[in-house]
């Protein structure tokens, strides 16, 4: 497995902790652990009628799955500390394993923030034809795109190892946006494919409607599991759609996912991996075991936030400041958070 890519995360963390001017941390702030993969605009569909039923395949098969999670854990007077960590989980033999990296916790300002970015950036987008486009991103926008730096390289270097699997993504397989470049996930696909994997991207929120309604809160009378393709979809420039996009219910109960599934795998080929997706993880709600175990790992604690914030002090010289939440002081009662999960 290429490491290129942890290594430089381990060395950009701790140097812009050490070479750090500014040591005071404000805490009694809102902490917030990003949300991810969300689709930017709405789109309307339509149904491909009938419904897909699926019959459970019996083959034995690796089903593997990546997340990453960022969290701010304080500000300093120039700019913010921020944690990073993401996390593989894989079944085979019944049995559930993981990987873990990080946290990686840094210290971004306005001064440092296109040096970090770029650092990570060229350790894995180390060729002309993968090249960012978009810039720096802002400073609010750093903790998701190194999330996302992270999470493409999980996902990539799966997707590389997997033999024969199947490769589940947390989202769309939407891209063409600052977090997704087209080439890179065009990469995780075509990797997978070489290796008889194929990807899977559960999306649990989505903006598409049928008829004004989103496609995963329509009431389906058929019996699950089963598919229902979309059709009607177009992509607004410059985003791509890389897979066909379906309404997955694959147990009973009241919840329904979007899924895209490689729009170069053969019909037959996608049908076989839901049905041997359903023999081989649990799918507690309708949702795999190894992606919400991959949420779960990756996910900071309260407990862990404040770890990171005595690191910080004990080990590179930052100072504990507490501030008043000025939302709390002004409104009282009124105050709204600005929390997301």
Sequence with gaps: MDTILPRRFIETSLQSLTCSQVKTIQLNQQYFQQAFNIESHTQAARFKLPPISL?????GTTV?????????????????????RGATVWRQNRNYRYTRLGPFIFH????NKQEVYRSLEKAYFDSPLCKNHYGSPSLLQMPTRIACLLERWLQLMLAKTLNEGLVLLDGSLTAGTPDTPIHLLKDILSAARSR???VLAFSKMTTLRVNGRLITDLPFEHKPPFLIGMDGLKSKPPTVLLGDVYVAKLAHGNYA???DIDREVIFEHRIWSIEKLLVNDALSQGYPETLRLAHILCTFTANEVIA???FAVRRHGFRLVSRPDMHSVLFGPFSRGEVCS
């Design 64 to 84: 593997a799955a990546v997340d990453t999670s960022t969290m701010k854990i304080g500000e300093t007077s120039s700019g913010i500390l921020l944690a990073v």
């Design 108 to 111: 971004i300002t306005e001064e």
């Design 55 to 59: 019959k459970p395949r019996l083959a």
């Design 308 to 310: 990171m914030q005595h």
């Design 196 to 198: 008889g994997s194929t």
């Design 257 to 259: 996912f979007r899924l």
